[in-house]
């Protein structure tokens, strides 16, 4: 017999851990509410903190029958979890893998990256907003995603799967190109081709998982809640005419689509998030919010060094999405890493016995102050540029540097042998001279020749006890 509501309210008195087993996770049916917003957004998972009472109190209103295995409303709908909340399961439960321990078996879109510089902007964007908030503890970019996620809440870690859809379509995103199936070879009737089907099969994982999709093309109205109510808010539910809506559309355009864990469209669309942000807004919203952070922790916020320390990140999103299979792991970027790197873009010339080097070589050739500091500006931009080089072939520019050198070392030779007589002023000047004459096109037809570069690199290498500018002393 079926337990009546009574036996419902006695459950709701059982100790936790029988009533409802903890951390178990909830997947849910086609038009289920989604958990109260006080699960501290750990949507389709009840803490085990946190009594049973505040899922069940929001059902009895509705719950006339139940069983272990299928909710039944007054209304007559029934809707069937994917996971029973009996303690004694008649079936193991599959052993899945930690998404930390668990290589990708496709790592992302690494061959295709060329012009994805949108999709560098948005994994940007996550470093910031790392930077600005303690619980985003992670990001990755091409691995088992676009770009993955990691959230502390409290003792758990929530997995955060990213899409970026850089692409513009000639109309809104809507519900029936999310939902799209494409046929193919591999996939003759359709089945997991589509947007939502690919987002959702990353719920394979050991941790909780969250969905996020970002376009630079706006959705039209009947995806609009997933762009403005966050997860848990109250429109986020089966109670709520228009989501629920959108809970039926979708689960009859991808009937009995699952995840490995045996959670459907319905656990996708209570657990997703859609972003719009528009190519030509971009880089101007992020360059505001990373001024923000930047103030936050003490340091410059200037227009220079916001759009500067941008560049770092964009270079360290481009970087690390190429990784490939044997580096998948550095992928990851975590807080800490991040915050550290961000004192290095900050401050990149701390070492000053290194500077006070190129001062005493400067001095020594009879440089006076004016040219020294003139010097060290140069210096200094030789290494902001070096660091933000991301859209530089980065062997081009290592191959540019070796010239540099190898230029200094010809004349440098031609000193010390006595083919070249001439004073430490007039000998700078003629290094100077000659290193602007590298052409920095022969390394990357796109690139403009960088004097400025070129020189500072000559007194990097100089700082570098690499060069001087007096003969050679016995």
């Avoid at 809970?247 to 995840?259: I, P, Q």
């Avoid at 340091?299 to 916001?306: G, Q």
Wanted: contains cysteine.
């Amino acid at each position: 017999m079926k337990p009546r509501l009574k036996d419902l309210i006695n459950l709701l008195h059982r100790p936790v851990e029988t009533a409802w087993p903890k951390q178990t996770p909830i997947g849910i049916g086609r038009s289920l509410a989604a958990p109260p917003s006080h699960t501290t957004g750990r949507t389709g998972h009840v803490s085990g903190a946190r009594h049973p009472v505040c899922f069940l109190h929001s059902l009895l209103p509705a719950i006339a029958v139940a069983d272990q295995h299928k909710l039944c409303f007054d209304n007559g709908e029934a809707y069937t979890s994917v996971m029973s909340t009996n303690v004694e399961p008649t079936a193991a439960a599959p052993t899945l893998p930690s998404v930390f321990d668990a290589a990708p078996e496709v790592l992302g879109g690494i061959p295709a990256r060329k012009g994805f510089a949108y999709q560098d902007d948005v994994a940007a964007g996550f470093y910031i907003q790392m930077l600005l908030r303690g619980d985003l503890i992670e990001v990755a970019c091409e691995t088992y995603d676009d770009i993955r996620l990691v959230w502390q809440r409290d003792v758990e870690k929530i997995i955060e799967f990213v899409q970026v859809k850089a692409e513009h379509p000639d109309q809104l995103w809507s519900v029936a190109k999310l939902c799209d199936r494409t046929k193919s070879a591999t996939k003759p009737d359709g089945v997991g081709s589509s947007i939502l089907e690919k987002s959702l099969g990353q719920d394979k994982f050991l941790e909780p998982s969250w969905f996020r999709i970002v376009t630079c093309r706006q959705a039209n109205s009947d995806l609009e809640l997933l762009e403005t109510r966050e997860r848990g808010h109250v429109h986020r539910s089966a109670t709520f005419p228009q989501f629920k809506t959108l809970l039926e559309d979708v689960g009859k355009r991808l009937d009995g689509a699952k995840s490995i864990k045996g959670n459907d469209t319905a656990f996708w669309l209570i657990n997703a998030c859609w972003d719009v942000i528009a190519e030509r807004d971009i880089k101007h919203l992020y360059h505001q919010s990373l001024a923000t952070a930047l103030h936050g922790f003490g340091h410059p916020s200037d227009p220079d060094t916001v759009k500067g320390i941008y560049e770092n990140l964009l270079t360290l999103a481009k970087e690390t999405a190429e990784y490939g299979a044997a580096k998948w792991k550095q992928k990851a970027v975590s807080r800490n890493q991040l915050l550290e790197k961000l004192k290095t873009w900050i401050n990149p010339y701390p070492d000053l016995g290194k500077t006070e080097k190129l001062e005493q070589k400067l001095a020594d050739a009879g440089l006076d102050q004016v040219c020294l500091e003139a010097a060290k500006d140069q210096q200094r931009y030789y290494l902001q540029t070096r660091r933000q080089a991301g859209y530089l072939d980065t062997q081009q520019i290592d191959n540019l540097d070796w010239q540099v050198l190898d230029r200094l070392h010809a004349l440098r030779s031609s000193l010390d042998s006595g083919k070249i007589d001439e004073t430490g002023v007039d000998f700078h000047a003629r290094c100077l001279d000659d290193v602007r004459t590298i052409n920095a096109a022969a390394a990357n037809p796109a690139a403009p020749v960088m004097s400025g570069y070129l020189a500072g690199c000559m007194y990097e290498i100089t700082a570098r006890c690499r060069h001087r500018f007096t003969k050679l002393r016995p």
